[in-house]
């Protein structure tokens, strides 16, 4: 299957700080990539919705000041969480999706997952 | 929102047992989805149902959809402690390609 990476896998930053995360797609290209969050014991939340070269798509309750998105290739896509809090603190996880990544019915590729932790 | 409620929300059996996990809803699905998450990682495909009825074997997983497609299940036969994780279902809402999880069951399978 296809192969998405996530960096860093963990990080631990003061509140008020920002963190970017980034989101790859190692062979092949992702016209559209996914940011979900997940809290301990839950589910996945979609947070955002990438496009290659245009604006994210935010969901519903998701700050879009707070939460900057960036998909400037067809392999990469960003998220920053900035001036972070402890509420913050959340596993993040990517997806990436293309034509070219062999899957069917929408087959989205997760990658590792970040955990970030908001002191 | 099209809500998919998973069910028992956590299970833990000893190796050998079998279980089935739930994932029902209100709403018709053109298709539904089953992921494994193992902790500190990303969710993993297991299946795609499509077709109202169907059953999808993967080893000791099997996968059915509900006739109607508004629901699926999950059984497992004779547990092993590879198979603990986070057992979601999730469909695809058509607009984008976004995918919503169901809520979750967490499996624990021990010695």
């Known amino acids: 299957g296809a192969v998405v990476s996530q960096h860093p896998s963990w990080v631990i930053c003061k509140s008020g700080t920002s963190v970017k995360i980034e989101c790859r797609s190692l062979d092949f290209q992702a016209t559209t990539m996914f940011w979900y969050r997940q809290f301990p014991k839950q589910s996945l939340m979609l947070m955002a919705t990438?496009?290659?070269?245009?604006?994210?798509?935010?969901e519903q309750g998701v700050e879009k000041d707070k939460f900057l998105i960036n998909h400037a290739s067809l392999t990469l896509s960003t998220l920053t969480v900035t001036s972070a809090h402890p509420e913050d603190s959340s596993f993040y996880i990517c997806?990436?999706?293309?034509?070219?990544?062999?899957?069917?019915?929408?087959?989205?590729?997760f990658g590792p997952g970040t955990r970030l932790t908001v002191l | 929102t099209q809500l998919l409620e998973q069910s028992p929300q956590f299970l833990s059996i000893q190796e050998g047992e079998n279980l089935t996990v739930y994932c029902n809803s209100s709403s018709v699905f053109s298709s539904l989805q089953w992921y494994r998450q193992e902790p500190g990682e990303g969710p993993v495909l297991l299946v795609t149902?499509?077709?109202?009825?169907e059953v999808k074997k993967l080893k000791r997983l099997t996968f059915q959809f509900g006739d109607a497609r508004k629901d699926s299940s999950l059984h497992i036969t004779a547990a092993q402690p590879g198979d603990t994780g986070l057992y979601l279902c999730a469909h695809d809402t058509g607009t984008a390609s976004k995918l919503t999880f169901g809520t979750g069951t967490r499996l624990q399978v021990t010695l």
């Open positions: 990438s496009n290659e070269g245009s604006k994210a798509t935010y």
């Open positions: 149902v499509v077709t109202g009825g």
């Open positions: 997806s990436a999706r293309g034509p070219s990544s062999g899957g069917s019915y929408n087959e989205q590729f």
